[in-house]
């Protein structure tokens, strides 16, 4: 019997408010699917996930039991992003934005994981993945950041992050032609998802 091969899974989220086309599924749409299957022997996934909570709390938990990913990785656009930006933390408390039904998400106030944690970190070396990338990289950066913005970006992270914080990263993109074009973007998603799966390739060879 044929394996199944190990999945990544890239999301970008649908319109919202002036987005009427997101640059975050635009991006992940622009990526090179097959270079990325042939060059890890994976599976790669990209999911579109409209800006609802209700439809983040069904979703995304979903995605992680039918594909147990060896990668997770949300993508989102951010109107204050000069950069790519890695968030490194998720929080569970204190939304406010309405989502694009009108609501928020059912426990805005004090949501938290399974182990009652209200912020959890990625346990990927982040810091690490931007170094990498800013060391070879030509006309485009990637940053840190410990504020994913409390609205659909950072309620998805704090989700995925419930479930498996070390296979999983959010990465905020800025507004297309702002600072990059829509294939820089993509391109540099790429690179990103190269460097997570070095990183946790590494990380099996040390607990082996």
């Known amino acids: 019997m044929e394996s199944v091969k190990p999945t990544v899974i890239v ?5 919202f408010g002036v987005y009427t086309v997101n640059p975050s599924w635009e991006s992940v749409k622009k990526m090179s ?34 594909y ?22 998720a929080n569970g408390q204190d939304y406010r934005k309405l989502d694009q039904d009108g609501k ?3 426990d805005c106030m004090n949501a938290s994981n399974a182990d009652g944690c209200n912020e959890i970190s990625c346990k990927l070396d982040v810091l690490k993945i931007c170094e990498d990338f800013n060391k070879t990289s030509k006309g485009i950066c990637a940053h840190p950041s410990k504020n994913a913005g409390r609205f659909l970006c950072e309620y998805t992270y704090f989700t995925s992050l419930s479930i498996n914080p070390l296979r999983t990263l959010f990465v905020h993109v800025p507004e297309f032609n702002c600072v990059y074009t829509r294939e820089e973007t993509a ?15 590494h990380c099996e060879c040390i607990a082996t």
């Open 11 to 15: 999301s970008g989220f649908g319109p």
């Open 33 to 66: 699917k097959l270079d990325l299957e042939k060059d890890f022997d994976i599976q790669f996934i990209t999911v579109e996930i409209p800006v609802v909570y209700d439809t983040v709390d069904a979703l995304v938990p979903t995605l992680w039991k039918q």
């Open 68 to 89: 147990h990913p060896l990668l997770f990785v949300h993508v989102g656009v951010s109107g204050l992003a000069k950069e790519l930006t890695l968030e490194t933390i």
């Open 104 to 106: 928020l998400p059912q």
């Open 187 to 201: 391109k540099g998603l790429d690179k990103i998802i190269r460097l997570c799966l070095l990183q946790l390739q």
